[in-house]
């Protein structure tokens, strides 16, 4: 399984970026995929996810009404759209794909099981 996350990089507040996390070894309409960030001196959290079959999709206060995730079956890649960015949501972007989350647990990082290597984004103000 890999899950190769891009699309990060250095925007000024205000700005956007689009995240996507390519997969392969998982399907993504069939895996809870999550995205996370991590901050320098923090610890990782949740960010936003998408459901398997129906997409929902369920977001952390921070980023609600900033931010939406998305998926695209034929490619195989979920995306997260990231708007209006500000200096704090400066952090490691990470995708992530699960079987054992569910409604209620998405932002259980453990409950994960496979992740990507990270993309970074830095806000500058």
């Known amino acids: 399984v890999q899950l190769q996350a891009s699309g990060g990089g250095l925007v000024q507040a205000g700005g956007s970026l689009r995240l996507s996390c390519a997969a392969s070894g998982v399907t993504v309409r069939r895996y809870d995929m999550g995205w996370f960030r991590q901050a320098p001196g923090k610890e990782r959290e949740f960010v936003a996810a998408i459901s398997r079959g129906d997409g929902s999709t369920y977001y952390t206060d921070s980023v609600k009404g900033r931010s939406t995730a998305s998926r695209d079956s034929a490619k195989n890649t979920v995306y997260l759209q990231m708007n209006n960015l500000k200096p704090e949501d400066t952090a490691v972007y990470f995708c992530?794909?699960?079987?054992?989350?569910?409604?209620?647990?998405?932002?259980?990082?453990?409950?994960?099981?496979?992740w990507g290597q990270g993309t970074q984004v830095t806000v500058s103000s």
């Open positions: 992530a794909a699960g079987l054992r989350t569910g409604y209620g647990a998405y932002h259980f990082a453990e409950l994960y099981a496979y």
